[in-house]
């Protein structure tokens, strides 16, 4: 090892007899720093930041666990190893010295040897942590690295289910995304964590996906739907519970989708689910679900509009809908400047920035389609 390469040591004591024995001691091991008082100890630590500080505790001024006190205070000081220096040998005095962050003791008068077997061990201790640290930080990075990967495939994975829906129903291509985008912002603005609101993503994403099991006779025909074939369109909640299940998500994302047509009443479907029984997840996804579907165009009618999509959850507040989450969507469209992009559909695009978009109503909907 070079000189320069050697660990620095900063000895800090006020008597010049210890200084020379100490320095006698170390220079062929170490760089060494003299303070000779505690503010000047301060001033060569946030300097030069030695490896180790040898400390003396009665000084002038500022003792020894003052300035210990403060490079602990300091937290780009405080892991620097402290080992005191005194002719006290009380058991008060050492615990004091432990109490404001000393890592050990050396008890004058100096054995040569002792004090170069007490400097090495914490400084090898230290060298030990950084390099601990650093392989944490290699580890962690690393993780983030995978969990980043994983993440890509199955934001790709979720994707491609939704666009196998919009590539049977192209009428209704986007909507998923838009109604999870919207049931994102709706369950942020009711407080809910960031954990939660990505589950409420991924199932707002492939809320339909059972959809790929109805005839597409029936998803893109105009006019009212027969009770037969209402009762078709009905099955879609079961059927993409049945898809979803088996997938290991972090989140109750099967359970969200297949109640998301469940109403506070009992009057949903598939399992009449009431009040609480029904999941929070699943309230605030069927109120962007009604919004969505009802301000945008369907093959059996114009789009309806943002104005009479509020409408609809405004009047059945409290009764078919989460009243939370429909106040929080109104205030969204009415004060936050939220707003459908209807430009989302068919490109594989999870999230697009929302875009103000102008639709013109002109005839009511279907009672028996959104």
Known sequence: MTPTERPLVLIVDDNATNIDLL?????????????????????????????????DIM??????????????????????????LTAMQD??????????????????????????????????????????????????QKVEEKTAELQEMLNGSICSMAQMVEIRDPYTAGHQQRVALLACAIAEKMGLSA????????????????????????????????DAEYEVIKIHPQISFEILKNIP?????????????????????????????ILLEARILAVADVVEAKSSFRPYRPA?????????????????????????????????????????GGSGTIFCVASPKTLQSSMAASPKRC
């Open 249 to 277: 998500f972090p989140w109750p994302v099967a359970h969200m989708v297949f109640q998301h047509h469940e109403r506070l009443d009992g009057s949903g479907y598939p399992l009449g689910l009431k009040g609480d029984d």
């Open 91 to 140: 058991t008060i005095n050492k615990t004091r010295g432990f109490e404001v962050g000393a890592v050990d003791y050396i008890t004058k008068p100096f054995h040569v040897a002792e004090v170069k077997a007490r400097i090495h061990t914490h400084i090898f201790l230290e060298e030990m942590k950084a390099q601990l640290r650093a392989q944490n930080a290699i580890l962690e």
């Open 23 to 55: 320095v006698g001691s170390l220079k062929d091991d170490y760089r060494l720093g003299i303070a000779k008082k505690g503010s000047a100890a301060l001033e060569y630590v946030d300097k030069f930041r030695p490896a180790l500080i040898l400390l």
């Open 304 to 344: 309806l509009g943002i104005e009479a999509a509020l409408d609809e959850v405004r009047q059945h507040r409290g009764v078919l809908y989460d009243s939370d989450a429909v106040d929080f969507c109104v205030d969204l469209f009415t004060n936050q400047k939220f707003a459908f992009d209807y430009t989302i």
């Open 195 to 226: 954990h939660i609101i990505e589950g409420i993503r991924i199932a707002g994403i492939l809320h339909d996906v059972g959809k790929i099991r109805i005839p597409v006779s029936i998803l893109s025909r105009a006019g009212e739907l027969l």
């Open 59 to 84: 000084m002038p001024e500022m003792d020894g666990y003052e300035v210990c006190s403060r490079l602990k205070a300091n937290p780009e000081t405080s892991s620097i190893p402290v080992i005191f």
